[in-house]
């Protein structure tokens, strides 16, 4: 049987989609999911995740200190059964580069699981400090939770 893969996208790929694809990790089983993560912009190929993400997802017993930046490409439409961006930003270049509406299926907002069609962005703690980290995990750990739940 192959497994379900899912690729959760934001901009740098530091932030928010490393600490998503940690807590999906650790909320659905690995022999049936495979859970990666992705940046649209290329500034941080290759990088752990920021220093806070990484200690808001230790905090919380989600250890993504191994996982490292990478780049969105457009094979990734082709690569992945569900495609979860953090903004609209991230939502509006993952979808330019579609080429079939079978793709665009494939790409929802993080938190339409949530709120759905409201279109509601992750907001992205970079710029940001600790306690605004803190308040993403949460809103990506309850997010989370919902899409195990639709998925398992």
Request: charged fraction near 30%; aromatic fraction near 6%; glycine fraction near 8%.
């Amino acid at each position: 049987m192959s497994k379900t893969k899912i690729l959760m996208v934001c901009l740098g790929n530091i932030c928010r989609s490393p600490l998503a694809e940690g807590i999906l990790r650790s909320k659905l089983d690995s022999d049936s999911y495979i859970i990666d993560s992705a940046g649209t912009g290329d500034w941080h190929v290759g990088n752990a995740p920021d220093d806070r993400s990484i200690k808001v997802g230790k905090e919380n017993g989600v250890d993504i200190s191994n996982l490292r930046g990478r780049q969105f490409t457009a094979q990734d439409l082709d690569d992945y059964d569900h495609l979860f961006v953090m903004d609209q930003n991230n939502y509006d270049d993952v979808i330019r580069k579609a080429t079939a509406p079978d793709q665009k299926r494939k790409v929802r907002m993080m938190l339409d699981v949530l709120f759905p069609g409201e279109r509601v962005d992750v907001p992205d703690p970079y710029q940001g400090d600790l306690s605004d980290f803190r308040k993403v995990y949460k809103m990506l750990d309850e997010a989370c939770k919902e899409l195990a739940e639709e998925l398992g």
